[in-house]
């Protein structure tokens, strides 16, 4: 049994998905449409760059639902390969479960770009640049960093669980002071963690303020319920009525991704094939670690969509 994959920030990279763009007038159609929905041409970005400009987050949140959509629409109309009849789960990584939502019909993707857009400025807007970091924290399990997390002696700042994403990769996000003091506590313990290049403390409380932005803009699009089991970060299960899917995408931008979870529950429902749609390959190397009883592959070429047949 399959499930389909969406990837979230940190998989972008400029350049990505011009060889689909070159070769298909499908994935032209695509970016086009994602050109009109914001107003600016943000598959300039995507092909040509600069960096800086994809790095922006209200550009590389839309620029990596533009990929994943343009993918997944070659391999279902142009080859035309049933992968919604094989799948039995959908999911994607924080702004990747928006791509999931697109991909099983409960949200049209004009809206979709639409909300990312608005939802990388909200974030990005939540907390004043350099007062917010985060941490990634490899090779401890979420006990442990909870146990090392007590030690921190500022009571006021905010260290959470951003992302819960395998048995050895947590991010930690909040207040730079309060995630400079976590990572001096788990170097002095000899424990491994690295600052990631981000503008903002993503999935933590410090977002509130783009939460309630959010649930404006979210209550203004269209949802329809889902034609297929998507599965949301903040429960790790599957939702399909679209209320509920409003509800939930409001509370993501302040809650931990629970990625480990999502992926147990859907090996224990049956999956052993994951296939990843977008650009990179990092979903595909987070399931490796969270289990080596299931295949994994990521699809983000011509010759990867071929081998999907």
Known sequence: MKAVLFPGQGSQMVGMGSELYKNFDLVKKVFKEADEKLGYKISEIILNGPDSELKLTMNTQPAILTISNSIFRLITEEYNIKIKNDAKYFAGHSLGEYSALVSSNSLNFSDAVYLLHQRGKAMQEAVPEGEGSMLAVMGLQLEELKSYMEEIKNEKGVCEIAN??????????????????????????????????????????????????????????????????????????????????????????????????????????????????????????????????????????????????
């Open 164 to 309: 819960d994403n395998s048995n050895s990769q947590i991010i930690l996000s909040g207040n730079t002071k309060s995630i400079n003091e976590i990572s001096e506590i788990l170097k002095k313990n000899k424990k491994k963690s690295i600052f990631l290049p981000v503008s903002a403390p993503f999935h933590c409380s410090l977002m509130l303020p783009a939460a309630q932005k959010m649930k404006n803009k979210i209550n203004e699009v269209n949802f329809k319920n889902s034609s297929l089991e998507v599965i949301s970060n903040v429960t790790a299960r599957p939702i399909k009525d679209s209320q509920e899917i409003k509800k939930l995408l409001v509370e993501q931008i302040i809650s931990k991704v629970r990625w480990r979870e999502s992926v147990e529950y859907m090996i224990k429902n049956g999956v052993s094939e994951f296939i990843e749609i977008g650009p990179g390959k990092v979903l595909s190397g987070l399931i490796k670690r969270i289990s080596d009883k299931v295949s994994s592959k990521s699809i983000n070429t011509i010759e990867d969509i071929k081998n999907l047949k």
